[in-house]
């Protein structure tokens, strides 16, 4: 079935420490792949997109994302968490890329300990 | 801001009533889409309009409809609210294509009681 997962549901990182945040998805063809970050009361911020090329994809706030065809995956990493980076992130996909319906995974809680 | 506005922020209603929330896109945006975020479903796709005209219809149910007006103004209407309709509705704007990433609204929190 067609999906996106984002296996965890919470990450608690150290201020200061690298962060990974997971996102798979399944569909026949690789679709535009996103991720957003919602801060409480908020609505979603565009952190990064891709839809070809380069693996390494950088976003905003020192937000970057390694796409890898082989595990249908596109992780969002940051080398170094601020307190401030703690929200809720989503991935999402289009598709197919007709800029019609994104599909999000479930999200993953970001908690950052001082 | 996001210059995606929706309003109202917050809504209390009673079951069985009918609301309308508002989106105006940002300034050149032909596109509106609506989504609806509760807690058990996640983030779902309701509906897109395009300059006008029903472009992609998602999980919307059918007491639930959408319209664009001619200044790209869009409005959700809710209708026979029940419990289960609670939740945070987002209106996001965009051109129309998808190689620029949707601008998301603030939100409009629906509870109904």
């Known amino acids: 079935a067609q999906s996106v997962t984002q296996p965890d549901i919470h990450i608690t990182v150290s201020e200061g420490a690298s962060l990974e945040l997971r996102c798979n998805y399944s569909?026949?063809?690789?679709?535009?792949l996103f991720w957003y970050v919602q801060s409480p009361g908020q609505g979603l911020q565009l952190l990064l997109k891709?839809?070809?090329?380069?693996?390494l994809v950088q976003g905003i706030k020192g937000f970057e994302a390694e796409f890898k065809r082989s595990q249908s995956s596109i992780n969002l990493r940051k080398p170094s968490v601020h307190w401030s980076d703690a929200a809720e992130y989503f991935c999402?996909?289009?598709?197919?890329?007709?800029?019609?319906?994104?599909?999000f995974g479930k999200g993953t809680t970001l908690s950052v300990s001082s | 801001d996001s210059g995606v506005t929706q309003t109202p922020k917050h809504l209390i209603t009673a079951t069985g009533q009918r609301v309308t929330l508002r989106c105006s896109p940002r300034?050149?945006?032909?596109?509106v889409y609506w989504y609806q975020q509760s807690l058990d479903q996640g983030l779902q796709f309701l509906i897109q309009?395009?300059?006008?005209?029903?472009?992609a219809k998602g999980n919307i149910l059918e007491r639930f409809s959408a319209q664009q007006f001619p200044d790209l103004h869009s409005e959700l209407n809710l209708s026979s609210l029940e419990l289960g309709d609670s939740a945070l509705y987002f209106c996001?704007?965009?051109?129309?294509?998808?190689?620029?990433?949707?601008?998301f609204g603030s939100g409009t929190r629906l509870t109904v009681v």
């Open positions: 996001a704007s965009g051109p129309g294509s998808s190689n620029y990433g949707y601008t």
């Open positions: 569909y026949g063809a690789t679709p535009y």
């Open positions: 891709y839809f070809s090329g380069d693996t």
């Open positions: 999402a996909v289009d598709p197919n890329q007709a800029g019609t319906a994104l599909i």
């Open positions: 300034s050149g945006d032909l596109s």
């Open positions: 309009y395009y300059n006008g005209e029903e472009r």
